[in-house]
């Protein structure tokens, strides 16, 4: 008599090869950030070129970085000659108005109130024909709050990278003008001039000033509103 065969069930295996993927992609994702933070550690000091935006209780002082050249955009000065001549125009008091025409004072009222409208206009016509000078700049007062926007002169395009090394330079002389302690420097950045930007911010640095920086497009007109213009030290 024949032994019968006992089959043996073969139960079927879990395939590890999903896990194994996992695990190899999760080890060299970290393989991959270990390195790259290593690199980025070793170059940091010439990655990082510019500090993070801080704000600063000193007092800014602007220049324009254009076509490769530098220009001192001279703020208190051109704030300065615009107050003393906003107070050498004649002040226009506005006078209270009857709109009773049965009053006794109506006539009078009515005459003062041209005198008020006559002065107001003249006195507009002369801030928007007014202009202030710099060396570099023509600025003139723009719109109702009396902003002040620099305009360019022509033939002083401000100075290159060159110029600005010599001791004589204008942004040398307005270096020794002011205290690192309570002044710093802010500069309006034109896309084309970002070489001359860092040789005059390392000059700075050089001297212990603070730097500010601001990007601008190309052909956007420099304006400051009545409340000065903020560019933060970085």
């Known amino acids: 008599m024949r032994r019968r065969r006992q089959r043996k069930s073969v139960a079927p295996t879990q395939n590890l090869d999903s896990f194994l993927d996992i695990l190899t992609n999760t080890v060299g994702v970290l393989m991959f950030i270990s390195l790259f933070v290593t690199l980025v550690t070793a170059q ?4 990082i070129r510019t ?4 704000t600063s209780n000193k007092t800014a002082h602007f220049f324009e970085v254009k076509g490769d050249r530098a220009a001192y955009l001279d703020t208190v000065s051109a ?4 107050a003393q001549f906003i107070n050498s125009l004649p002040f226009c008091g506005e006078p209270s108005f009857s709109r009773d025409p049965d009053s006794v004072l109506y006539e009078y009222y009515r005459r003062q109130r041209e005198e008020y409208d006559r002065c107001y206009l003249e006195r507009n016509a002369q801030l928007q024909n007014y202009r202030a000078t710099t060396k570099y700049y023509e600025v003139k007062l723009y719109g109702e709050g009396l902003s002040l926007a620099f305009l360019p002169v022509e033939d002083q395009p401000g100075e290159s990278p060159q110029d600005l090394q010599q001791t004589n330079s204008d942004f040398q002389q307005v270096l020794k003008k002011l205290n690192p302690k ?3 420097l802010a500069f309006i950045v034109r896309p084309d001039s970002f070489k001359v930007f860092r040789e005059a911010r390392k000059l700075a640095w050089s001297e212990g000033f603070d730097v500010g920086w601001e990007p601008m497009p190309r052909d956007r007109a420099i304006i400051f509103g009545t409340g000065g213009r903020a560019v933060g030290v970085q």
């Open 51 to 54: 500090p993070l935006l801080s």
């Open 79 to 82: 704030t300065n000659q615009v």
């Open 44 to 47: 940091a000091g010439n990655i």
């Open 182 to 184: 309570n002044d710093y």
